[in-house]
């Protein structure tokens, strides 16, 4: 099973709320990753989460947040976003690397965000 | 620091027909490569992967790509195209040793005509 699923498919959300999307997978992978998609764009990577620690942040705002709180959950937490936050946001996982295994990795269906 | 190029925007090709997607990669050491394949307002779906071996490699869908070193190249086919096949292709570069940071090209838009 190779598996990612992102919940919810569409979020729409004003510019004062909070809200978060969640990503879970349960492939044994203990690297997580948030990246986020504009439209005809190409994924631009933003987390990375190894052993659920945070490895690599893309020097992203801080209104996003993201939380590992186990090697199958990865959230991200969004508060104060600005309209042009509006994108897919995907979710991907991998074996971590330096184990010794192929680390591909596999993406969700994603979250399409509007921020109004 | 690593780059992908894919020189073709967008692509038609006619079904049955032969498909060829161009990649060239920037890379120091031996790359990671990778083709994912996205149809609209969906994930990304890994076709195939280089790591090191056999520099043809045979993923799903019927896709194969060759990895040419000398023409820091990593080029995507199928014998056979079908309706659908039609969705936005990337070739990715991801770093040595962790993969964890991928490198994406801009994207190529594969239009099957019936």
């Known amino acids: 099973d190779t598996e990612v699923t992102q919940t919810p498919k569409h979020l729409v959300m004003g510019m004062t709320n909070k809200k978060s999307l969640k990503c879970e997978q349960h492939?044994?992978?203990?690297?997580m990753y948030w990246y986020k998609q504009k439209a005809k764009k190409p994924p631009e990577l933003m987390f990375v989460y190894s052993y659920e620690k945070l490895s690599i942040n893309e020097s992203v705002p801080s209104r996003f947040s993201p939380e590992c709180p186990n090697s199958s959950l990865l959230n991200l937490h969004l508060h104060a976003l600005q309209p042009e936050d509006s994108a897919l946001y995907l979710c991907?996982?991998?074996?971590?690397?330096?184990?010794?295994?192929?680390?591909?990795?596999?993406f969700g269906p994603g979250t399409r965000l509007t921020v109004t | 620091a690593q780059s992908v190029t894919q020189p073709d925007i967008h692509i038609t090709v006619s079904e049955g027909a032969s498909l060829e997607l161009r990649c060239n990669y920037s890379y120091g050491a031996t790359p990671y490569l990778f083709w994912y394949v996205q149809s609209p307002g969906q994930g990304l779906q890994l076709l195939l992967k280089?790591?090191?071996?056999?520099?043809l490699v045979q993923g799903i869908k019927g896709f194969e790509a060759e990895f040419k070193r000398s023409q820091s190249s990593f080029n995507l086919r199928k014998p056979s195209v079908h309706w659908s096949d039609a969705a936005e292709y990337f070739c990715?570069?991801?770093?040595?040793?962790?993969?964890?940071?991928?490198?994406f090209g801009t994207g190529t838009r594969l239009q099957v005509t019936l």
């Open positions: 990715a570069v991801g770093e040595g040793g962790t993969a964890s940071k991928l490198t």
């Open positions: 280089y790591f090191s071996g056999d520099t």
């Open positions: 492939m044994g992978h203990r690297a």
């Open positions: 991907a996982s991998s074996q971590a690397p330096g184990t010794g295994l192929s680390y591909e990795q596999y």
